[in-house]
């Protein structure tokens, strides 16, 4: 029977009831609202319409799980501990370097850590939902990283050994928080497909950085740095630095195949960090510099061996030493946040690449100019605004600046801006000018 009362002590029961098979699945209840059989009966179909349709439903979903896993991800599931191998293998623009991948594979494995803590049953990386995502960021925010066991190389015996310690912090940085973030989003975002996903679980805001801005070296400090540099260190990293903003690795591995003299201009040089090609004009007080330099190392590969020497052996130990010089000069490297429980460097060589750009701003240097020097933005904006920002803009507007490192703008500078105006000036001043002169024969040059 399709429909029907049911019977009690009373006798029959006033409401109508439904029962009937679907797939196997027994299907029952009472006809809301139903006074007659008619009524119930028509309910009742209702019912079996939508038991019908919710089966093929999810026919249709075990069939497309099935379809997922055999064609999209190959008959096979991506496990957290796998994902970022399989990660790794995708290819991208430009590989990280040593230091990055370490990183970011302390990162995953954090993330790891605590799923395979609170969440013992998720082991794919398909099953991570944006809940586990959410609550993972935010337990950098309060609490820090899940793991607090740090592991480093020690290189103060003969032979390097690891060790461990356990990290006192309480929390993370906006900014390192958001390296985390960013990076578990990547490897979802490049294993969505495999894993067959549409959203991806850490797509989510990132924190507003807590960063303070790098502070820039008065005209005061560049003058005292002037007259204390000294080679191989401290004067090749300062004079290149606040003449191109480069970076310090790039300072360090500048090439003298990247030197055209010639044209005076660093050419076909990519930064390291992001392999964006640069274009820098070579300002007078670093030629003179490059010039007093050639006769020594022109047969060596880089501008400055010891240089590269040291950072491709000891990267810290560059760092260490230009602390050491500056504090010895007076000038403060760190400075402490309230967001932080250490002091923050906010003085050191890549203070220089600020204090180019804060230079080249005081001076209205166009930014197309600037950002094509300096290579900070993607390729396709750097090429961009490159198409705008010529060598010969390059060079003309950068010989506006004044070096205070060395004291005032050379006067290889002042012979151009005379000779620019010598072109540029209507005939009847440059006639002007000369008849000046010839009124006053003992204000020319001799020979």
């Given at each position: 029977m399709a429909v029907f009362k049911?019977?009690?002590?009373?006798?029959?029961?006033?409401?109508?009831?439904y029962r009937f098979m679907q797939n196997g699945r027994l299907n029952y209840g009472v006809c809301e609202g139903c006074t007659n059989e008619r009524a119930a009966l028509k309910y009742e179909r209702k019912k079996r319409v939508l038991a019908k349709a919710m089966a093929e439903r999810k026919s249709d979903i075990e069939d497309f799980d099935k379809y997922r896993e055999q064609v999209i991800t190959g008959e096979k599931?991506?496990?957290?501990?796998?994902?970022?191998?399989?990660?790794?293998?995708?290819p991208r623009d430009r590989e990280p370097g040593k230091k990055r991948l370490a990183a970011n594979l302390t990162y995953f494995n954090d993330f790891i850590a605590f799923m395979s803590k609170n969440y013992s049953d998720i082991t794919s990386l398909r099953a991570v939902t944006t809940k586990h995502a959410e609550e993972y960021i935010n337990l950098l925010k309060t609490k820090g990283a899940f793991s607090k066991e740090i592991k480093y190389i020690s290189k103060n015996t003969k032979k390097p050994k690891e060790k461990t310690y356990l990290s006192k912090a309480t929390s993370l940085s906006a900014a390192t928080v958001n390296a985390r973030h960013k990076l578990l989003k990547s490897v979802f975002l490049r294993l969505k497909k495999d894993i067959g996903i549409v959203h991806n679980p850490f797509d989510f805001s990132f924190m507003e950085?807590?960063?303070e801005d790098r502070e820039v070296f008065s005209e005061k400090e560049l003058r005292v740095i002037g007259k204390n540099m000294s080679?191989?260190?401290?004067?090749?990293?300062?004079?290149?630095?606040?003449?191109?903003?480069?970076?310090?690795?790039?300072?360090?591995?500048?090439?003298?195949?990247?030197?055209?003299?010639?044209?005076?201009?660093?050419?076909?040089?990519?930064?390291?960090?992001?392999?964006t090609e640069i274009e820098i004009p070579i300002l007078p007080p670093l030629r003179t510099f490059?010039?007093?330099?050639?006769?020594?190392?022109?047969?060596?590969?880089?501008?400055?061996?010891?240089?590269?020497?040291?950072?491709?052996?000891?990267?810290?130990?560059i760092n260490h030493r230009i602390k050491k010089f500056l504090e010895g000069l007076g000038i403060k490297t760190t400075v402490k946040l309230e967001t932080r429980t250490r002091a923050v460097s906010n003085k050191s060589a890549h203070a220089l690449r600020h204090t180019f750009a804060y230079m080249a701003g005081v001076y209205n240097i166009p930014l197309a100019i600037v950002q094509s020097i300096l290579g900070h933005m993607s390729d396709e904006m750097t090429k961009m605004y490159q198409r705008h920002a010529n060598l010969k803009d390059k060079q003309r507007y950068l010989a506006q600046l004044p070096i205070a490192l060395v004291g005032d703008v050379n006067c290889?500078?002042?012979?151009?801006?005379?000779?620019?105006?010598?072109?540029?000036?209507?005939?009847?001043?440059?006639?002007?000018?000369?008849?000046?002169?010839?009124?006053?024969?003992?204000a020319l040059p001799k020979n």
């Open positions: 049911r019977k009690s002590g009373k006798g029959e029961t006033e409401e109508y009831h599931q991506i496990t957290l501990t796998d994902a970022f191998d399989e990660f790794m293998k995708k950085s807590d960063k080679m191989p260190f401290t004067k090749p990293i300062f004079i290149i630095g606040i003449c191109t903003g480069l970076s310090l690795s790039d300072i360090c591995l500048l090439r003298w195949k990247e030197i055209n003299f010639t044209l005076g201009v660093i050419e076909n040089k990519r930064r390291r960090k992001t392999g490059l010039q007093e330099q050639y006769p020594v190392t022109g047969t060596c590969e880089y501008v400055c061996p010891e240089l590269a020497e040291m950072y491709l052996s000891n990267p810290s130990g290889e500078t002042e012979r151009d801006q005379l000779a620019e105006l010598s072109r540029t000036l209507p005939i009847e001043e440059v006639r002007e000018i000369l008849n000046s002169f010839k009124k006053h024969p003992q």
